[in-house]
């Protein structure tokens, strides 16, 4: 199906990146009008895998344009390709290919941002219906030694220790969040606009959901969750692999480097590291000492030397 602005605007413009995720697409396309409840939708499918055609899958789907990147652009520079293949729209929703939308959800986040909000998250559970603490709070030296040292373990500990938010009673009210994990996000297309493109020049994937909340609230913009609004996730989407978890090591430093700068993130740094350190039986984390120490494997990690 090729790719064209639409004439007409629609509520929800929907931009989704596959890699691999011709499995995941079809549940996901086929939740979706329920989660719109009545709402005008579209989405736009990012094929990053051109070696996996998507078009015999999805071109009988009136709402669904394919379009080919040619290449892997990863998931920052797939949604921007996406976005700038998308119709014209109220709101554009940035979703993960492994999701299914419960009924109305696409609906409830968009009453959040119709009420005054620049964008909103959704409450994310597995397959069995269980919480998944997707709440994120800014980096912080101080929650990268706690989350170091105790991982997933004390989880009432103070909420300074932890990056993640696990508070309970933290997912079951509607409120104003820092940012949070980047399974889905709606926002205001006039909002997306203003904020720019995601940046894939630093985060080929990881960190770059942090990112971008982080500029939204920087203009003075509001994230909110609703927790009416409910997707599933069935999560690793994107596989798992030694060299992925480096990258996400590597661009939680490029974050914090890019907000704080060379100096203001040596210590961060020196946490990241000493984290890996401790776990040399994983191989993830060994992956990540070397990537962290060495530019040359940081240039061998998916996305190249950033």
Not at 60 to 83: C, K, M, P, Q, W
Not at 141 to 165: K, N
Request: charged share 20%; proline share 5%.
């Amino acid at each position: 199906m090729t790719s064209a602005k639409a004439d007409a605007t629609v509520d929800f413009s929907i931009v989704v990146v596959s890699y691999h995720s011709a499995g995941d697409l079809p549940g996901l396309i086929a939740s979706l009008d329920a989660a719109a409840a009545g709402a005008s939708w579209h989405a736009t499918i990012v094929n990053n895998a051109p070696e996996q055609p998507l078009a015999p899958l999805l071109d009988s789907h009136d709402h669904v344009t394919i379009v080919e990147a040619g290449a892997n652009l990863g998931y920052s520079g797939g949604l921007n390709f996406g976005v700038a293949h998308a119709p014209v729209s109220r709101m554009i929703v940035f979703l993960n290919p492994d999701l299914t939308l419960h009924p109305r959800s696409l609906e409830h986040l968009g009453a959040v941002i119709d009420a005054g909000a620049d964008a909103a998250v959704p409450l994310i559970v597995d397959a069995a219906g269980r919480r998944q603490d997707s709440l994120r709070t800014e980096p912080s030296v101080v929650a990268a030694v706690g989350d170091a040292l105790f991982g997933d373990r004390w989880s009432t500990r103070p909420a300074a220790l932890s990056e993640t938010v696990r508070a309970p009673e933290r997912y079951r009210r509607a409120h104003a969040i820092e940012w949070a994990t980047g399974a889905a996000l709606a926002i205001r297309t006039g909002v997306a606009e203003s904020v720019g493109s995601w940046d894939d020049r630093r985060f080929f994937m990881y960190s770059e959901e942090t990112d971008y909340a982080r500029r939204i609230r920087e203009r003075g913009g509001t994230i909110g969750f609703e927790p009416r609004a409910v997707v599933e996730h069935r999560a690793g989407g994107s596989g798992s692999s030694s060299a992925l978890d480096a990258l996400m090591e590597v661009n939680k430093l490029r974050y914090y480097q890019k907000w704080h700068g060379a100096a203001g993130s040596a210590a961060f740094a020196v946490v990241l590291l000493a984290r890996n350190l401790i776990r040399p039986h994983r191989p993830g984390a060994r992956a990540a000492v070397r990537a962290l120490l060495s530019t040359r494997a940081r240039a061998g990690l998916p996305g190249g030397n950033r």
